[in-house]
């Protein structure tokens, strides 16, 4: 069965810092992992995805996720955070016909 | 291109009342998803269509929800009676291609509050 394990519920950077969300997946194949953003009362946008090749994948924002197999980990990465940066972040994985999503990270940015 | 509409925003509701939900997904996208996101948790898939057919509803709370999604474009969720855990944002999502492997488009929601 496919899951995502989001083990950091809330994280504060200051603005300027680096920033590494961890996710976790369990999927039997090859997964297509997804991190997806939430700004308060807004749905969800994409922020980059992982299907093949490269396993490290650049999304917009700044933002890139590296993938690795061999920890079954598709983090995410952000070299120098700014204070709009703070929002929800998730996770998720597809498989052949479902796409679950982790319990979130709530990132805050201190000025 | 027009993303995914839903209505209404927001309701506001007693419990045991009922209540509905729409999704206007991108034109041509083939998946529709509904999930359920409570406050403070992720989105919880409550069921996905490919076109009018339904792919998922294994976590779909068949005593009092309902979906449908006529002529594979637009979508209704219902909710009948409502419960106060029903509180939380409903949320609709359409892809292109069908399955975990597209990209997923997200509405903004509707925020349920069951008093």
């Known amino acids: 069965a496919q899951s995502v394990t989001q083990p950091d519920i809330h994280i504060t950077v200051s603005e300027g810092a680096s920033l590494e969300l961890r996710c976790n997946y369990s999927?039997?194949?090859?997964?297509?992992l997804f991190w997806y953003v939430q700004s308060p009362g807004q749905g969800l946008q994409l922020l980059l995805k992982?299907?093949?090749?490269?396993?490290l994948v650049q999304g917009i924002k700044g933002f890139e996720a590296e993938f690795k197999r061999s920890q079954s980990s598709f983090n995410l990465r952000k070299p120098s955070v700014h204070w709009s940066d703070a929002a929800e972040y998730f996770c998720?994985?597809?498989?052949?016909?479902?796409?679950?999503f982790g319990a979130g990270t709530r990132l805050a940015v201190h000025p | 291109e027009a993303g995914v509409a839903q209505s209404p925003r927001y309701k506001i509701i007693e419990k045991r009342q009922s209540v509905a939900f729409w999704c206007n997904p991108i034109?041509?996208?083939?998946?529709l998803y509904w999930y359920q996101q409570i406050l403070g948790q992720g989105p919880k898939l409550l069921i996905q269509f490919q076109n009018n057919g339904v792919v998922d509803d294994s976590q779909l709370p068949k005593d009092r929800f309902s979906a449908e999604r006529l002529k594979g474009v637009d979508s209704t969720l219902k909710i009948q009676p409502a419960k106060l855990e029903d509180s939380a944002v409903y949320l609709c999502?359409?892809?292109?291609?069908?399955?975990?492997?597209?990209?997923?488009?997200f509405g903004q929601g509707t925020r349920l509050t069951v008093v």
């Open positions: 999502a359409s892809s292109l291609g069908v399955g975990g492997n597209t990209e997923a488009f």
């Open positions: 992982y299907f093949s090749g490269d396993t």
């Open positions: 034109s041509g996208h083939a998946t």
């Open positions: 999927y039997g194949a090859t997964p297509y």
């Open positions: 998720a994985v597809g498989g052949y016909n479902k796409l679950i």
